[in-house]
Each structure stands twice: as structure tokens, then as C-alpha cells.
């Protein structure tokens, strides 16, 4: 079984991937970690779930698998379709956690902004 965990940013991803790091009991258990931020426009992330399709039992968590937090995953139909051509015939289940809408969008911002980032109002 294949192990989706989608994040979304802001759901406490991070340490998800970090507890999920740390269990060592479970060596049958691999855990691929996020890749580099392009991995969409490059077919990284395709690939990398190829490979782990190939494994009986493993755990994929990328906080950016159905997309760009500030586009508010505009595009995650896109993602889960390239997904769902990358597992076909895999046996895999999809987990994501949800955050609270205006908790998320303060978050999110205030993220964007230490990042030195900026939105305009138009």
C-alpha cells in the first residue's frame, strides 16, 4: 500500500515528515520526502512516485502535491490526475489534513510575508 500524505501547507506538514523520520521500528516502512520546489514542471515528483510504487509498503509526503499554496491549489485536479496515471494498478490511499479556512489564509500570508513576499489588492 502506498501512502499519500498531500499536506496541505500550513497543517503542520513539517512535523508530520519529521515524526513519520523518526520511527525507526519500522525499516519495512520507507518514507519518501519531499523534493525540490520545481518538481511539478520537471516530472520529479511523477517519478519519484513511480519508484515508490515499485515498494510494498511506502509513505510519500509532499506538502505541494496538488499544487502552489498561494494559488490555493488552483491546479490540484491537474496534480491528482497525474497522480492517479503515475499509481495505476498500485494499490494507495491519499491522506490530507485540512486546517480551519481563516486560521489557514492568516497563516499562509504571514508565511508568504517572512518569506519576503508581498500580494497586492487587485
Known amino acids: 500500500m502506498i501512502t499519500i500524505h498531500v499536506g496541505l501547507h500550513k497543517t503542520g506538514s513539517t512535523s508530520i515528515q519529521a515524526a513519520l523520520g523518526l520511527i525507526s521500528h519500522r525499516r519495512?516502512?520507507?518514507?519518501?520526502?519531499?523534493?525540490?520546489?520545481?518538481?511539478?514542471?520537471?516530472d520529479d515528483y511523477t517519478r519519484r512516485l513511480?519508484?515508490?510504487?515499485?515498494?510494498?509498503?511506502?509513505?510519500v509526503s509532499d506538502e505541494n502535491s496538488l499544487g502552489g499554496m498561494?494559488?490555493?491549489?488552483?491546479?490540484?485536479?491537474?496534480?491528482?490526475?497525474?497522480?492517479?496515471?503515475?499509481?495505476?494498478g498500485s494499490d494507495y490511499e491519499i491522506v490530507?489534513?485540512?486546517?480551519?479556512?481563516?486560521?489557514w489564509l492568516?497563516?499562509?500570508?504571514?508565511?508568504?510575508?517572512?518569506?519576503?513576499?508581498?500580494?497586492?489588492?487587485?
Open 28 to 42: 519495512d516502512l520507507p518514507l519518501v520526502p519531499p523534493g525540490p520546489p520545481s518538481r511539478w514542471s520537471d
Open 50 to 59: 513511480v519508484e515508490a510504487s515499485r515498494s510494498r509498503h511506502v509513505v
Open 70 to 88: 498561494l494559488e490555493v491549489y488552483d491546479s490540484a485536479s491537474d496534480h491528482l490526475a497525474a497522480i492517479r496515471s503515475a499509481l495505476a
Open 96 to 103: 490530507m489534513y485540512l486546517r480551519p479556512q481563516a486560521s
Open 106 to 122: 492568516v497563516s499562509a500570508y504571514l508565511q508568504h510575508v517572512q518569506q519576503g513576499g508581498m500580494l497586492s489588492g487587485s
